[in-house]
């Protein structure tokens, strides 16, 4: 989900290190092995950073990392981030499709959901922003 503070956008998918660079990291990562951060007293990360830089894994990528980098990639490629849509739906390949929207809450989200037989699974997905 993101979260607006003034006129920066964070999410809560994602938090940054004290690393000079690649100090983006996934909020599964409990910390980080080149500066000692630790998640939790970390803040989260811009969402303009992480559309511009991706985003930093540590050693082999889950398929959840894989996923939220195609994504990610997606929305760097066709999405203004000042003109987030409220709804739109689209096929990323023959497995994920990739909702982004904005909830009733007024926040923005990017959502990628499984494709199982040709139809979305609406009931598994992986929040990406």
Known sequence: MIEKVGDIELTNEYWD???????I???SQEFCPICKAVQEDQPGSRVSEILKYGFVSVGQESESA???SLALEWIKNNINENEWVEDEWTSLNDEFDLNIYIDDDGNKRATVFPVIDGETDLENYIEVL
């Open 66 to 68: 894989q996923v939220k």
């Open 17 to 23: 290190c004290e690393c000079e660079k690649d100090y």
């Open 25 to 27: 990291h996934l909020r």
